[in-house]
């Protein structure tokens, strides 16, 4: 076997070993060398090599969105260190295990006038778990740090950074470990459940007629199926989920904006909750938020083990256990009440759902009718990466089946690494994979077709309206050149060379009918990964949204 020379290298090539973390994307690079070395010389990790860092970042972000354990990325010293941060905050928001290594300059040439030199101590302080700042030499303390920020990356569910210093020479290598190090075991402690505040939440709970359940970002069957069922049948409780809610059962709400944005002040006060309960991650919906912001519930519950956000501004209580331990405890305490709250809002989604085919029927070919045909045309048991601004959003309006997994990345909300990220996800689960995107998202992320690891099933839906449409349906929308240039940053751009140029399948598709063909040749297309892209009006998409919510009264 070959090692790096360095001791403190193969320190931490040992613990990472010991700790089954072996997923590691490399950036190429001198002072890294050490670890690149290591780790590409030892079988048992499995090495990626991605040049870009930022895209490398949201690379591991994917593998470790779906694998659910710790992905390793590895730099060299400088600058390359700094592209990490767009993901490690995704990662830090979307509570996703990341573990930055990078290499580093001695303490004694930072601030010196050196070459590739910054302070990189500390530098994702605001958005990092643990920090772990290295000595030069290895040693216990250094053991102790490296095994910290492994085990925080793991219990914590987010990112951490492990920051190792090197000195010249750095590519010499031995067949025998120097150094044997000291692996310690995580003290993570047993979750526990509160039983006074449990059956006080229980005795609120059984005299409130108006309850809501709001789901954000899960992972795919995270929520006991009982769990489910019990919700759905009982009278005084309304569920509203997302696409990435990835909960599904025919009684829930799960086009939230399609239910409530045609709602009159009236309609607003009745539907209001005494008791809004969350679980999950980040929501998408503006709309839900507007509402529980301004109409107020009496007690909002967020379970969680890990942290709990006041996103409505009444949280009054954070129960910090999972939402299925929780459920199992809390259920059996409540008791049935009478209540129209869900016969009035399942009535109401009655008539949305007729208004809502009514208008896609007779609407012309636009991003609305695209989503609709991209959607329902998806493979059964098939992944689905979204990227954000419109095309999350677009997604809400339009019911997926219940086989396939949704993800977004939503704790940032970015445009700046979807592409990437799916990608990451498409190596990390052997699923079938579609990533549905803008074009303003992909172009900005188009490095990250130059990856050599690009799954043959792998396939993007491209929707080029020539711009950032969201703008068009935002307050402030005004045709004019400053709009046009610095909002919206029209252009003219298509993805038919980058496809040339990283060898992927092209197709296009400009109507209905051939839209259907782009899809079907798309999925067919089986030789390796494709793209479709898809050109839809401009001036006409924001219009035709707009209409929608009007007539689904």
Same mark, same amino acid.
């Given at each position: 076997?070959?090692?790096?020379?360095?001791?403190?290298?193969?320190?931490?090539?040992?613990? *990472?070993?010991?700790?089954?973390?072996?997923?590691?994307?490399?950036?190429?690079?001198?002072?890294?060398?050490?670890?690149?070395?290591?780790?590409?010389?030892?079988?048992?990790?499995?090495?990626?090599?991605?040049?870009?860092?930022?895209?490398?970042?949201?690379?591991?972000?994917?593998?470790?969105?779906?694998?659910?354990?710790?992905?390793?990325?590895?730099?060299?010293?400088?600058?390359?260190?700094?592209?990490?941060?767009?993901?490690?905050?995704?990662?830090?928001?979307?509570?996703?295990?990341?573990?930055?290594?990078?290499?580093?300059?001695p303490q004694s040439k930072i601030d010196i006038g050196d070459g590739q030199t910054i302070r990189q101590q500390n530098v994702f302080e605001n958005h990092s778990l643990y920090n772990a700042n290295l000595t030069e030499e290895a040693s216990e303390e250094n053991d102790i740090k490296i095994n910290e920020a492994i085990n925080t990356a793991i219990d914590k569910k987010g990112p951490v950074h492990i920051n190792a210093p090197f000195e010249e020479?750095?590519?010499?290598?031995?067949?025998?470990?120097?150094?044997?190090?000291?692996?310690?075991?995580?003290?993570?402690?047993?979750?526990?459940?509160?039983?006074?505040?449990?059956?006080?939440?229980?005795?609120?709970?059984?005299?409130?007629?108006?309850?809501?359940?709001?789901?954000?970002?899960?992972?795919?069957?995270?929520?006991?199926?009982?769990?489910?069922?019990?919700?759905?049948?009982?009278?005084?409780?309304?569920?509203?989920?997302?696409?990435?809610?990835?909960?599904?059962?025919?009684?829930?709400?799960?086009?939230?904006?399609?239910?409530?944005?045609?709602?009159?002040?009236?309609?607003?006060?009745?539907?209001?909750?005494?008791?809004?309960?969350? *679980?999950?991650?980040?929501?998408?919906?503006?709309?839900?938020?507007?509402?529980?912001?301004?109409?107020?519930?009496?007690?909002?519950?967020?379970?969680?083990?890990?942290?709990?956000?006041?996103?409505?501004?009444?949280?009054?209580?954070?129960?910090?256990?999972?939402?299925?331990?929780?459920?199992?405890?809390?259920?059996?305490?409540?008791?049935?009440?009478?209540?129209?709250?869900?016969?009035?809002?399942?009535?109401?989604?009655?008539?949305?759902?007729?208004?809502?085919?009514?208008?896609?029927?007779?609407?012309?070919?636009?991003?609305?009718?695209?989503?609709?045909?991209?959607?329902?045309?998806?493979?059964?048991?098939?992944?689905?990466?979204?990227?954000?601004?419109?095309?999350?959003?677009?997604?809400?309006?339009?019911?997926?089946?219940?086989?396939?997994?949704?993800?977004?990345?939503?704790?940032?909300?970015?445009?700046?690494?979807?592409?990437?990220?799916?990608?990451?996800?498409?190596?990390?689960?052997?699923?079938?994979?579609?990533?549905?995107?803008?074009?303003?998202?992909?172009?900005?992320?188009?490095?990250?077709?130059?990856?050599?690891?690009?799954?043959?099933?792998?396939?993007?839906?491209?929707?080029?309206?020539?711009?950032?449409?969201?703008?068009?349906?935002?307050?402030?929308?005004?045709?004019?050149?400053? *709009?046009?240039?610095?909002?919206?940053?029209?252009?003219?751009?298509?993805?038919?060379?980058?496809?040339?140029?990283?060898?992927?399948?092209y197709n296009v598709a400009n109507d209905e009918t051939s839209l259907i063909q782009g899809l079907d040749t798309l999925y067919a297309q089986n030789d390796k990964p494709g793209i479709l892209e898809v050109f839809t009006p401009t001036l006409e998409n924001n219009a035709i949204l707009l209409q929608y919510f009007k007539?689904?009264?």
């Amino acid at each position: 076997m070959t090692y790096p020379k360095i001791p403190l290298a193969q320190s931490i090539l040992q613990i *990472f070993l010991a700790k089954e973390i072996t997923n590691i994307i490399i950036s190429p690079g001198s002072r890294n060398a050490p670890l690149t070395i290591g780790f590409a010389s030892n079988p048992a990790f499995k090495c990626y090599s991605i040049a870009d860092e930022r895209v490398a970042a949201f690379f591991a972000l994917g593998i470790a969105q779906q694998t659910r354990k710790p992905t390793v990325i590895v730099c060299t010293s400088g600058s390359a260190l700094l592209n990490y941060y767009p993901a490690l905050s995704e990662a830090f928001y979307s509570e996703i295990p990341l573990i930055v290594v990078s290499a580093d300059r001695p303490q004694s040439k930072i601030d010196i006038g050196d070459g590739q030199t910054i302070r990189q101590q500390n530098v994702f302080e605001n958005h990092s778990l643990y920090n772990a700042n290295l000595t030069e030499e290895a040693s216990e303390e250094n053991d102790i740090k490296i095994n910290e920020a492994i085990n925080t990356a793991i219990d914590k569910k987010g990112p951490v950074h492990i920051n190792a210093p090197f000195e010249e020479p750095l590519y010499e290598t031995i067949s025998e470990l120097s150094v044997k190090s000291k692996v310690f075991a995580s003290a993570n402690e047993l979750q526990t459940i509160d039983s006074a505040a449990l059956l006080e939440s229980a005795n609120i709970w059984n005299t409130a007629t108006r309850k809501l359940i709001l789901t954000g970002v899960n992972e795919p069957n995270s929520i006991d199926q009982k769990t489910i069922d019990a919700f759905a049948i009982d009278e005084s409780v309304v569920v509203m989920t997302e696409t990435t809610s990835n909960i599904h059962h025919p009684s829930f709400i799960n086009s939230i904006d399609t239910i409530i944005t045609p709602f009159t002040a009236d309609d607003f006060e009745a539907f209001r909750p005494e008791i809004l309960v969350t *679980f999950g991650g980040m929501v998408v919906s503006k709309r839900i938020k507007a509402f529980l912001r301004k109409y107020k519930p009496k007690h909002h519950w967020h379970i969680d083990s890990l942290r709990a956000y006041d996103t409505f501004g009444s949280l009054s209580k954070h129960f910090e256990i999972d939402p299925n331990t929780f459920f199992n405890a809390f259920l059996p305490l409540t008791a049935k009440i009478e209540s129209d709250y869900f016969s009035r809002m399942d009535s109401v989604k009655t008539l949305r759902n007729e208004k809502h085919e009514i208008y896609l029927s007779k609407i012309p070919f636009s991003d609305l009718k695209v989503f609709e045909k991209v959607i329902k045309g998806l493979p059964k048991n098939s992944q689905l990466q979204i990227s954000n601004s419109s095309a999350i959003r677009y997604a809400q309006l339009i019911s997926i089946d219940n086989s396939i997994e949704v993800y977004c990345n939503r704790g940032t909300s970015g445009i700046d690494g979807s592409t990437s990220t799916a990608i990451g996800a498409a190596v990390g689960n052997p699923k079938q994979t579609v990533f549905i995107t803008g074009d303003i998202g992909f172009l900005y992320d188009s490095n990250a077709l130059w990856n050599n690891y690009i799954p043959k099933n792998f396939k993007i839906i491209l929707i080029n309206n020539g711009g950032g449409g969201i703008f068009r349906i935002l307050p402030g929308h005004e045709e004019t050149p400053v *709009f046009n240039t610095f909002f919206e940053t029209t252009h003219k751009l298509t993805a038919e060379h980058l496809a040339k140029m990283y060898n992927l399948n092209y197709n296009v598709a400009n109507d209905e009918t051939s839209l259907i063909q782009g899809l079907d040749t798309l999925y067919a297309q089986n030789d390796k990964p494709g793209i479709l892209e898809v050109f839809t009006p401009t001036l006409e998409n924001n219009a035709i949204l707009l209409q929608y919510f009007k007539e689904l009264v």
